[in-house]
């Protein structure tokens, strides 16, 4: 069958998004000698990480570097970081991201957000040489002005920071939930509370909500905020009957930061510091006076608190709606591709691991159109960002119409060693990291 990648040469391989991944997809393009356009909402590349920047990653330094972005930016003389280390995302940003997107050049646009993405002269109802028509980009300036942009293919890592999930049951937004938002009750994951955030703090109450990293990560900070303003009270609310799977692996995490997260979050539970509410679903929310009041079905019927603050940790989901007109394939429950959304669905397998996938897998019948990153994990959690390495090398050698390349897909990640729906895994034991290809027999899952 023919496609777009060859009739089209002349045009770039549009990404959407300046992160880790789309970086790295824009850096095995090139090595491939095709055109990479990156368009970058923000306005600085990595827009999405400078605003959790104050957070140290549980992956050190090797796990975070992809190999074409290494070989580029070794040409210019960067200095690679200790790779034993584990950067706060503001050094992801200041030591990699920031000097991969200088060695890029020209091709990597801030202040661009991308709106809709679509086939030119098509809608989605037309299918008359659709695989062989270019994609139409449609982008908003700052300005509020917008162009259309022609793509030979598009490949999206916009992430899922900007979504995050709601706090109310069903999915669904709470009563009020909007409206405490906007009023800035509710405040964005993952606030620096010990940081620049500190003053709206410290000395009050704050309700946490949530139960992963993002959780564990706000929780451990506000609590350093109490030992320095012991009149900060902290509570933290939860779903499940009990907060023991948010401690994840612990000392069988194959990543040594990821386990202790786990056991200092469980250290500061048994201290007593932290107020836990557990089977908490949350009904509703009113303003009280400057406060919030939360309305809850828990353990003994309805519950209600009243904080001054609440910070949501409640996982992402990815935001569809720009991709209405394409041919998507999307598994019902995650919001992952097809194809992938089996491999990680965290109601059956949340290891950590995930099995080897590369382009084929990310397709759509929308040929060229890739998700990937944290985007193409859709509402699963355990997305590391050397997933999306491998990712975009496979989809960039498809891309170039290396086939074998694309399908020879390596993945060497490091294992929770026990599951939960949002720390990780349900192995049993960690296991050594694999490598395994394509069209060999699948490794067992461990779940
Ligand atoms: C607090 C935290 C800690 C994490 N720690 C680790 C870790 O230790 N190890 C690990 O491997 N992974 C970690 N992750 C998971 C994941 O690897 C990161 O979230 C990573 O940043 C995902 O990279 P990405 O490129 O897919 O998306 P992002 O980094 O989210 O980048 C997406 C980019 O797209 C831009 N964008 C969004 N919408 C548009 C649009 N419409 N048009 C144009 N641009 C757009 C955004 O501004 C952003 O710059 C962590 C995640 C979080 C939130």
Request: charged content about 20%; overall charge negative.
């Amino acid at each position: 069958m023919r496609d777009i990648t060859r009739d089209h040469q002349d045009l770039p391989v549009v990404i959407i998004g300046a992160g880790p991944v789309g970086l790295a997809a824009a850096a095995h393009v090139r090595e491939w000698g095709l055109t990479a356009l990156v368009l970058e909402a923000g306005d600085t590349v990595a827009a999405a990480i400078r605003e959790w920047g104050h957070t140290r990653l549980f992956s050190p330094w090797r796990y975070n570097i992809d190999a074409a972005a290494r070989r580029l930016l070794e040409a210019t003389g960067w200095q690679e970081p200790d790779l034993e280390e584990l950067p706060t995302g503001h050094e992801l940003v200041d030591e990699y991201l920031a000097p991969l997107a200088a060695a890029l050049g020209d091709v990597v646009r801030t202040g661009v957000r991308v709106v809709a993405v679509s086939r030119q002269d098509m809608d989605k109802t037309r299918g008359h040489n659709r695989a062989t028509t270019p994609f139409l980009v449609r982008v908003a300036r700052t300005d509020g002005s917008f162009d259309d942009l022609p793509a030979r293919s598009v490949i999206d890592a916009s992430g899922t920071w900007a979504q995050h999930n709601p706090l109310g049951r069903s999915g669904l937004p709470a009563p009020g939930e909007t409206e405490a938002a906007a009023s800035g009750l509710i405040t964005q994951p993952l606030p620096a509370v010990t940081g620049a955030d500190r003053e709206r703090f410290a000395g009050r109450h704050i309700l946490v909500v949530g139960a992963g990293h993002s959780a564990a990560n706000t929780l451990l900070d506000l609590a350093d905020l109490a030992r320095e303003v012991p009149q900060t009270r902290i509570s933290w609310a939860v779903r499940s009957a009990d907060v023991s799977r948010v401690y994840g692996g612990e000392d069988r995490d194959e990543l040594a930061a990821r386990g202790a997260l786990g056991s200092r979050l469980r250290a500061l539970v048994e201290s007593e510091v932290v107020d836990v509410h557990t089977s908490f679903t949350i009904t509703g929310f009113e303003a009280a006076g400057g406060r919030l009041r939360v309305l809850a079905n828990g353990t003994t019927g309805s519950e209600e608190l009243t904080v001054d603050l609440l910070v949501p940790a409640t996982g992402f989901r990815p935001d569809l709606s720009m991709l209405t007109e394409l041919r998507l394939e999307l598994d019902p429950a995650v919001e992952a591709p097809r194809r992938l959304g089996p491999l990680i669905d965290p109601e059956f397998h949340s290891c950590g691991s995930v099995e080897p996938h590369g382009e084929s897998v990310l397709s759509h019948p929308d040929a060229g159109f890739y998700i990937v990153g944290m985007k193409s994990y859709g509402r699963a959690p355990t997305f590391l960002m050397a997933t999306g390495y491998e990712q975009v090398r496979s989809i960039a050698a498809a891309l170039a119409g290396d086939r074998a390349a694309a399908d020879e897909v390596h993945l060497d990640l490091p294992e929770t060693g026990v599951c939960s729906t949002d720390l990780g895994g349900s192995c049993d034991a960690p296991v050594e990291p694999q490598l395994v290809t394509v069209g060999a027999p699948a490794p067992t899952s461990c779940c």
